[in-house]
Every structure is written in C-alpha cells, then in structure tokens.
C-alpha cells in the first residue's frame, strides 16, 4: 500500500511539475499561430523526455551517480568544462525566467509592484529549500502545480474539434504557409523540443535519485513516474495549446504576455478558473526556479566533488549551499535588470538546445555499458529511441540559433 | 575493484569521485602520477586532486581560466591510501589525513555559526 | 552597351523580383507584435466587462500591454514610421479600454500581414 501511494504521489508530482514558464508560453503561441499542428512535437518530445528521464533514474540506481558525474567521466576534462559553464549559464537564465514569471502572475494577483513580488519570490524560495526536507520540497509545488489541471479541464468544456486534435499527433509539415511562416514552425519545433527537454530536468531528477538512495528494485517505480508522470505531463501542456487554438486564434491574440495564458481559464469559468490558473502557475513556475536553482548547484558540486545534496544540513554541504544560494541571488538580479521574463525564456530555451547533446551523450553510452549497469543495461527498445532521439536532439541544437535570429525569436 | 589489479588508468581511475572511510566526497580523481622505467611496468604512484591538476589536459586558454577562477592547489593522494575502485574511489583514510577537503572542512566550520544550518 | 545596360537592369531589379509582393520581416514583426498586443487588450476588456476576470487582473494586463505597445512604437519610429500613427492609436484605445477601436485595429493590422496572417 505504501509503494502504491509512493508511485501515486511521484505520478503526480511530475504531472503538477511538467509545465514551466517556457512550455506555457509556448504551447500557447504555438496554438494561435499553428493550430492543432505542433501537439505532435510535445508528443515526441515528452517520449524523449520519458525514454531519457528513465535511463537517468536507472543510472542513479545502479551505479549511485547523478548525470553530471557521468557526464565528466565520459566527456573528458575539457568539453567537460564547456558543458559545465553551458549547464551553469542556461540554468541561471532559465531560473531568472521562471522567478520573472512567478512575479508576474503574482503581480496579476495582487496588484504589488513587479521588483518586490521578484524579491519575495527569490526569499521564499530561499528559506523554503533551507528549511524544508527534499521530499516535502518536490511534494510541494508538484502536488500545488496540479491546479494547472484547470487548463485540461477548460479544454473539456470549450469543446474543440477532437478529430483535429487527433490528427495534430501525427507528424507533420504545413508546407502550403508562406515561406517566412514555414521558418517559425521550424523555430517552434525547435523551441518546443527544448522546453520538454530542458537539462535541468534530468539533472534534479538523477540527483533526487542518487541522494533517496534509490536501488534495482526503485527501477520500476522511476520507470512509471517517468513515463506515466511525464505523458500526464505533457497532456497538460498540450490541453494549453488546444485551448490556444480555440479561444485566441479567432481573436487574432498570439499570447506576448504571460498573463494572457490564464485566459484560458477565464473564459469558460470566470473568475474562479482565473484564480486557479494563476495559483497553479505561481506553485508550477516557483517549482520550476527551485529546480533549476538547485540543478546549477547540483551540477557545479557534482562534477568538482563537493559535498551535495539537499538531504544533507546546508553545514554538511557548505559550496552546495552557497551555490544554490548564488543562483538565486544572481538569478534575482538579472530579473531586476528589468529584462523582460519572455525574452528570458527565449534566450533559455535556445542555450539549452545547444547544451543538450552533451547533456544526454554520456548518459546514453552509460546505461548501454554492462560494466556500470549489470543486467539493467539499455534494452533493444531504450537503445534504438534513445539513439534516435539523440540524433534528433543534435539537428535541433545546429538548428536553434539560426532559427532564432532569422526568425526573431519566434516572432516573425 | 582492488587496487593491485590491471586497469585501464584513463577510463576506470582518473574523473571518478574521491570517498573517504568515512564516506564523505573529497574531490575528483582530476589527474594520475606514475612511476616507473622503459621497459618495465607503469605503476601508479598517487592520484592528483585539485585545478592545478588539470593542467596538461586542457588547452591553455582554458586553464588559465580556471586558475584564475578556483586557483592552482594541487593535493597528492598516494596510491597506498586507495581501498577500491568501482564507480568511485575509496580510500582507506579519512580525507583530511590526506590533504583533501581543506575547503570543505573551512567552510563547514564558518556555517556551523550560522543559525538553522 | 546593349549587353551591358541589359546586364544591370537585370541586376537592379532581382532583388525586388525576389521580394515582390511580400512583406519586410521587421515591418511584418512589428506589425504583428502590435496586433497581438492590441487583440490582448480587447480580449481583457471584454472579459472584465463580462465580470469574467478580477480587477487586478484586468488592470495589470492593460498596463503591460501598454507598456508592449510604448516599447513597440519606440522600434517603429525608427524603422517603420508608417506604424506610428496606428500605434498610438492603439496605446489610445488601450488606454480608454475601447473595445471596438481595439478590434478595428487589430483587424486592419490582420490585413497587412497579408499571407502571414493567419496560419491555416
């Protein structure tokens, strides 16, 4: 009863955390300006997601190691370094992203200026992890990000063209648009893979891992989680682009601000959905900063052999802490710069594209290698996606950076 | 693995964390020192801790920057303190009887003042 | 002569050849950018009107899409003067929270998006 109730609230943690700032914003834009046509990029992404999030977990089970160690060992010393600094770098944004975006909506709530809603956010974030278990931590805005759940249930009720949404799975081009307009699907493709992908993810994930002390027999529940977790996940992010699709579309609004999203709420529930669109983007995005905030550290301790881990007193695990604390802090000051939380997450989700490759390289040669992983090796199945996500993953990443100056970032 | 068998130096030993007896982390393994002859075999003498380890294997350009970011230290661990190698390194010793965890162990005692650390 | 006069007219006019009847990126990001901004508006005040969205809520939508349209017509003063005046309209109708101004622009900026207007 207990393992059920484990592998309950893990589900659902990941679903309530699946969807960060640069996914809502997205799948929004993606909606108005494409319609039901890039579902089957969140589709594809999220089995990515589920395939690459389950070799991690697997990894930290076995072999005791979270990504970032692996990632040393197997890409030597220098392109090692190089990934760090990348891994760093994009975390730091991305948390600048997702604190300016919990600022905002907080600003929609209550009226208070935007620079002291970003600095309590920071704060609370702060004493939060200080003081709260790691466990109490995940549980938290995971289970609270579940109120984002009125998004699919407005789906529900605006009653879209299912069979559209249907066909928006299978893969495809619209070749008939306007040259111009073809580069900006490319872009969202692009973008779209990113913010399912995004490192941080794995990195937390592999973390939290190695530090519950996962072992052979946690290989089943991480790959529930994984795969049940995310695919729930992913259907809440595409639930926002459906209702994109219906509710912006016509009225010619492709969001450009990140309080639009909560519209989707809005319009078929009032004030009551709009409320809980809000709170659930507060809990999903803060959940998102303490993610990325906590994976910079993690990163930078794991590959130079610090003490880490959030199970350890912030005394046990002193550069960890002052890590973390730094991100934040740092994170903190570029939002008051007054760079605009949309610009943020584009600037995150293209760095992050680039970084992805040498993310998942070391991670995939080692849940291939018998040596490290016994006889919890990649099955033919694991291997064949995994490798085949991995070269789509490096196209995307050659791709990011043309697609975003040709196409302005997205707004073209 | 024990430390007296055959090992292929570069992908089982140099990059892997550093756990003492005590099983607190003491770094990365960020370089090796051998010892022996032409024509006779290499044996390893210590495991080298610390940036100024990383010099030789990365261009120069980059080890400059990260000097000058984290400093040049270099800490020796003999060989004699190594009691296995799997997927990490563990010693025989605590970290401290070896020169590891100075950082470490300084700030640990600074943040033991602070309150509910 | 006959050749070379047939040679740079051929030169002159291949670049607009290639760009006939389509729209500059910028000018078309531009007019984009202040389309969404202005139909954002609309759709916040007929909600507000309808009692569908809180006051706060309302408010701070407006003002950060006045602050998109301000950001919005400092861009086009430079490179697309001819967006000026249907900025400023815009940041006027937002401002009033007119709704049917709002929509005539957003509408009339659809139109000069010209293909790229609506992905279907």
């Not at chain 3, 006045?66 to 400023?88: A, G, Y």
């Amino acid at each position: 009863m207990g393992g059920l109730i484990e592998i309950t609230l893990g589900i659902m943690t990941a679903v309530g955390g699946f969807v960060d700032v640069s996914e809502m914003v997205f799948a929004a834009q993606a909606g108005s300006r494409f319609i039901f046509s890039l579902i089957w990029v969140f589709a594809i992404g999220t089995i990515a997601m589920g395939i690459f999030g389950e070799m991690s977990g697997r990894v930290a089970a076995i072999t005791k190691q979270p990504v970032f160690n692996l990632m040393r060992q197997r890409l030597d010393l220098g392109p090692g370094i190089i990934a760090l600094i990348g891994s760093v770098v994009t975390s730091l944004i991305t948390c600048a992203a997702e604190i300016g975006g919990t600022a905002t909506v907080l600003k929609y709530l209550t009226g208070w200026p935007y620079p002291l809603l970003a600095g309590l956010t920071t704060l609370a974030l702060v004493l939060v992890i200080w003081a709260l278990p790691f466990k109490w931590i995940e549980r938290l805005f995971g289970l609270l990000g579940l109120l984002m759940l009125v998004f699919a249930v407005s789906t529900v009720k605006i009653h879209p063209d299912w069979g559209g949404v249907a066909r928006g799975f299978i893969p495809q081009a619209p070749v008939t648009l306007p040259m111009k307009d073809l580069v900006t699907y490319g872009y969202f493709v692009v973008a779209i893979i990113s913010a399912v992908l995004f490192p941080y993810e794995t990195y937390f994930y592999s973390s939290g891992g190695v530090e519950e002390e996962w072992k052979p027999k946690d290989v089943t529940v991480n790959k529930l989680v994984a795969t049940v977790g995310f695919g729930l996940g992913s259907l809440l992010a595409i639930s926002i682009l459906v209702n994109a699709a219906v509710l912006f579309r016509p009225v010619h609004v492709d969001p450009s601000v990140i309080g639009t999203s909560a519209l989707q709420a809005a319009i078929p529930f009032g004030k009551t959905g709009l409320l809980l669109a809000l709170l659930g983007m507060v809990f999903a995005f803060s959940g998102a900063a303490v993610e990325t905030g906590l994976s910079s550290a993690y990163s930078l301790s794991q590959f130079l052999g610090w003490e880490w881990g959030r199970l350890k007193k912030p005394h046990e695990a002193p550069r960890f802490t002052i890590a973390w604390v730094a991100t934040f802090a740092l994170s903190l000051v570029i939002v008051l710069t007054g760079i605009q939380p949309l610009d943020l997450v584009e600037w995150a989700v293209v760095l992050s594209i680039v970084v992805l490759p040498a993310t998942y390289l070391p991670l995939i040669l080692i849940a291939n290698d018998r040596k490290y992983m016994n006889q919890y090796v990649n099955g033919p199945i694991s291997n064949t996606l995994g490798w085949v996500f991995y070269a789509m993953i490096c196209v995307a990443a050659v791709a990011a950076l043309p697609l975003y100056f040709v196409t302005q970032g997205g707004k073209l | 693995m024990k430390p007296n068998g055959a090992l292929k130096l570069l992908a089982e030993v140099r990059d892997l964390q550093i756990v003492d007896k005590d099983g607190k982390n003491c770094g990365i393994c960020d370089d090796i020192e051998l010892e022996g002859a032409p024509g006779k075999p290499l044996k390893i003498k210590a495991l080298l801790v610390g940036p100024g380890a990383y010099e030789g294997r990365i261009p120069k350009w980059l080890f400059w920057m990260v000097c000058k970011m984290a400093g040049s230290r270099m800490t020796r661990v003999p060989w004699s303190a190594v009691d296995k190698i799997s997927a990490r390194i563990f010693l025989n010793v605590t970290g401290e009887e070896v020169g590891l965890r100075k950082v470490e162990d300084r700030w640990i005692r600074k943040f033991e003042k602070v309150p509910t650390s | 002569m006959k050749r070379k006069s047939l040679l740079l007219l051929l030169v002159l006019c291949a670049p607009s050849a290639g760009h006939a009847g389509d729209i500059d990126s910028g000018k078309l990001t531009a007019i984009r950018g202040i389309r969404t901004a202005a139909a954002e508006a609309a759709l916040v005040v007929q909600l507000k009107q309808q009692g569908r969205v809180t006051d706060t809520y309302a408010e701070e939508m407006k003002d950060d899409a006045k602050e998109e349209l301000e950001s919005l017509r400092k861009q086009v003063q430079q490179k697309n003067p001819d967006l000026l005046s249907i900025t400023q309209a815009a940041i006027d109708a937002t401002g009033a929270s007119d709704i049917g101004r709002l929509r005539a622009i957003t509408n009339q900026l659809l139109a000069m998006e010209g293909p790229h207007g609506r992905a279907d």
